[in-house]
């Protein structure tokens, strides 16, 4: 059974930078044929922020945060990333690792059926 750990989430101040893991446990292969950052603010339902395809690397981020966050993988640690530079207060919120059994790039949440329990990142003025 496939199992996601995140970690990396911390306290920042705003136009600081964070790299978010996922290492992955278990499963097999097919678990995890792509793989998300969501991410759920207080107050806000969860939303998708970056997605990956592991068999080809297509990546997708959302337009609100492109120009600052990048996804990535590493196939050999079995690790997935998020870079996040320029850090807003707006980015504030716990942020989830997410894979799914199927090849897409979908922000929706149902494409994704094993979740971890999220790293907290907190951005102050």
């Known amino acids: 059974q496939l199992t996601l750990g995140e970690s990396g989430g911390a306290s920042v101040q705003a136009g600081g930078s964070l790299r978010l893991s996922c290492a992955d446990f278990?499963?097999?292969?097919?678990?995890?044929?792509?793989m998300a950052w969501f991410r759920q603010r207080p107050g806000e339902g969860r939303e998708a922020v970056a997605t990956l395809k592991t068999n080809d690397g297509i990546t997708y981020v959302i337009d609100s945060v492109k120009d600052r966050f990048t996804i990535s993988q590493d196939n050999v640690q079995n690790t997935l990333y998020l870079q996040m530079n320029d850090l807003k207060p707006e980015d504030t919120a716990m942020y989830y690792c997410?894979?799914?059994?199927?090849?897409?790039?979908?922000?929706?949440?149902?494409?994704?059926?094993?979740w971890g329990q999220g790293t907290l990142v907190v951005v102050s003025t």
């Open positions: 997410a894979a799914s059994s199927g090849f897409t790039n979908s922000l929706a949440r149902n494409w994704y059926q094993t």
């Open positions: 278990g499963g097999s292969y097919k678990d995890r044929r792509s």
